[in-house]
Every structure is written in structure tokens, then in C-alpha cells.
């Protein structure tokens, strides 16, 4: 994977309770995030690789 540098203050909604980087807010605090399945041709199959579980 590329690495890449990201100055943005974008903010992520995010769902999943159960991940560490879930915010009381219903956003994502990581410091960035990779969406994984490169091969996707829809949103079902795709999902974030920065989840991490509780």
C-alpha cells in the first residue's frame, strides 16, 4: 500500500460502536483511514481496514 500524507479536515460518520476509533459523536477519530477491496463495484464490497475492535 502507497503511503500517503493527508492535511484535510474532513470529517468521517461512522456507525460501528465497537471500534476503538468510534466517537461518541458517530465519527471516526482515526488519524486517517484505508477503505479496502480495490476490486469493489459497489459500496457492499468495499469496507474500512482501519477498523479495529474494542
Keep these: ?4 500524507k493527508c492535511e ?3 470529517c468521517i460518520s461512522c456507525d460501528v460502536k465497537n471500534c ?3 466517537a ?3 465519527t471516526c477519530s482515526a488519524g486517517k483511514i484505508h477503505v479496502g477491496n480495490g476490486m469493489a463495484s459497489n459500496a ?3 469496507c ?3 477498523f479495529k475492535a474494542k
Design 8 to 10: 484535510s479536515n474532513v
Design 24 to 26: 461518541a459523536n458517530n
Design 48 to 50: 474500512c481496514d482501519t
Design 1 to 4: 500500500m502507497m503511503e500517503n
Design 44 to 46: 457492499e464490497e468495499t
Design 20 to 22: 476503538m476509533y468510534h
